[in-house]
């Protein structure tokens, strides 16, 4: 069986975590921008947290179910609902067949990630089913989704999944969830940390500090591959600077006028602006979260400092995915 797109809104497609390990052949990892709403979401339907989801952005897609189906959605504040019942995020429902899901307010959010119980069918390559744009492959046909599409379920169900439906067939929502207040931890802040690279040297001093000094807006150049804030600019030295350079996810780059770009998920392996330095992998979630308009402010931070973050997060992390597990075993006891 299948889920049938009845509006595809802006940019929907499949990720996982992505293809890693391939950036030296010119693969772009790819993966999902929001790695931690892509793993809640699959934790709360009792998937394998690499399935992959459907990320939404911005304008989110309409969807027709053509069976009975555990779904979550993560990744910010929303409203959506069915024909028979309201969804609200971090939360496991069972919906029906003939059920269409539609979100009516997203002005809060900008990406969203919906996982189905035993997950879709979708095209793998390198071991991911991440949608690749540039090479048209991975995810459902290499693009985004177009109306009428039908994606199959794999239906790979567990003995979680069999109790799940067991349990949801006459509530059709669990009555336990992901609160929002746990989750403010890493999405609230809007200060981001910044370790300073080799290209950080191409800036003086003064540059340094109006950039960290300075507020910026996210702008709409902003998709998959960077996003472009506007704010007061910053100068680099251009002269004997290589071609090339190596690039990762959350460097960011400055254009020769000044405007920094944020470099994400889906960017080139190689680019050719100074770098003023490259975001803390721990904020990079929160970052996919900034829709446009968002106000941003940089912050320098030193290698040692950055490794004790990374360590105060992925703490955070395990607590927050013990506590999921923790009422699924729950739940797996009625």
């Given at each position: 069986m299948s889920i049938i797109i009845e509006e595809p809104g802006l940019f929907s497609n499949f990720q996982d975590f992505g293809r890693q390990g391939y950036e030296h052949n010119g693969v772009i990892p790819g993966g999902a921008m929001d790695t931690l709403a892509h793993e809640i979401a699959n934790r709360?339907?009792?998937?394998?947290?690499?399935?992959?989801?459907?990320?939404?952005?911005?304008?989110?897609?309409?969807?027709?179910?053509?069976?009975?189906?555990?779904?979550?959605?993560?990744?910010?504040?929303?409203?959506?609902?069915?024909?028979?019942?309201?969804?609200?995020?971090?939360?496991?429902?069972?919906?029906?067949?003939?059920?269409?899901?539609?979100?009516?307010?997203?002005?809060?959010?900008?990406?969203?990630?919906?996982?189905?119980?035993?997950?879709?069918?979708?095209?793998?390559?390198?071991?991911?089913?991440?949608?690749?744009?540039?090479?048209?492959?991975?995810?459902?046909?290499?693009?985004?989704?177009?109306?009428?599409?039908?994606?199959?379920?794999?239906?790979?169900y567990t003995e979680r999944h069999h109790k799940l439906?067991?349990?949801?067939?006459?509530?059709?929502?669990?009555?336990?969830?992901?609160?929002?207040?746990?989750?403010?931890?890493?999405?609230?802040?809007?200060?981001?940390?910044?370790i300073p690279n080799k290209g950080t040297e191409d800036f003086e001093q003064e540059m340094l500090t109006r950039f960290t000094t300075s507020e910026y807006k996210v702008t709409s150049k902003a998709n998959r591959i960077g996003m472009l804030v506007e704010g007061t600019p910053v100068q680099a030295f251009y002269d004997d600077m290589p071609r090339h350079q190596s690039v990762k996810r959350g460097t960011i780059q400055v254009k020769r006028d000044g405007t920094p770009v944020i470099l994400l998920n889906d960017h080139f392996t190689l680019g050719s602006y100074p770098q003023i330095g490259t975001i803390a992998s721990y904020h990079l979630s929160k970052l996919a979260q900034k829709h446009q308009g968002t106000r941003l402010k940089f912050q320098f931070i030193d290698v040692q400092t950055a490794e004790k973050n990374l360590v105060k997060y992925s703490n955070w992390l395990n607590q927050l995915f013990h506590a999921i597990e923790y009422r699924m075993q729950l739940e797996m006891l009625k």
């Open positions: 709360l339907v009792a998937n394998d947290k690499g399935e992959a989801t459907l990320e939404m952005t911005n304008q989110m897609a309409s969807i027709r179910f053509t069976e009975p189906t555990l779904i979550a959605i993560c990744g910010g504040n929303f409203k959506a609902a069915t024909q028979h019942m309201e969804i609200y995020p971090n939360k496991l429902y069972l919906v029906d067949k003939g059920d269409v899901l539609h979100f009516t307010e997203t002005r809060h959010t900008s990406r969203l990630y919906l996982a189905i119980g035993g997950g879709f069918e979708l095209d793998d390559w390198l071991g991911s089913t991440s949608t690749d744009f540039k090479a048209q492959i991975g995810g459902h046909h290499g693009r985004a989704l177009r109306k009428g599409d039908e994606i199959n379920m794999k239906r790979d439906f067991e349990n949801l067939a006459e509530t059709h929502q669990a009555d336990w969830g992901v609160d929002g207040y746990a989750l403010s931890f890493n999405y609230i802040s809007d200060v981001f940390h910044v």
